[in-house]
């Protein structure tokens, strides 16, 4: 059984950090491209940070570059992203993500809720 479980979200205020984690299980995780998307409040989900299955490439999205990392340990089928200088409108829900290209395989996560107070 495929599983992605988040941890690490929560209510911080602005300039605050957080780290969000994410562990596979269930799939060949060294296998599988990972991202972080996210839900803001009346928008759609968003990709916020990818990052290949060895770990050697990433990408971000404008408004988070620089202030967030993404990051994998593949011996602990685990994923994170590190969260600086937080701004309101970071305000969403996150998901995790892994996707494999070719194999039309693609998990979810449940979310975890990351609030942002100004």
């Known amino acids: 059984q495929v599983q992605l479980v988040e941890s690490g979200g929560g209510l911080v205020q602005a300039g605050g950090s957080l780290r969000l984690s994410c562990v596979g299980s269930?799939?060949?995780?060294?296998?599988?491209?990972m991202s972080w998307y996210r839900r803001r409040p009346g928008k759609e989900r968003e990709m916020v940070a990818i990052?290949?299955?060895?770990?050697?490439?990433?990408r971000y999205r404008d408004s988070v570059k620089g202030r967030f990392t993404i990051s994998r340990d593949n011996s602990r089928t685990r994923m994170e992203l590190q969260m600086e200088r937080l701004e309101p409108e970071d305000t969403a829900v996150y998901y995790c993500?892994?996707?494999?290209?070719?194999?039309?395989?693609?998990?979810w996560g449940e979310g975890i809720q990351v609030t942002v107070s100004s």
């Open positions: 990052i290949s299955n060895t770990g050697d490439n990433t």
């Open positions: 269930g799939f060949s995780f060294s296998d599988f491209g």
């Open positions: 993500n892994a996707w494999r290209i070719g194999y039309h395989l693609d998990y």
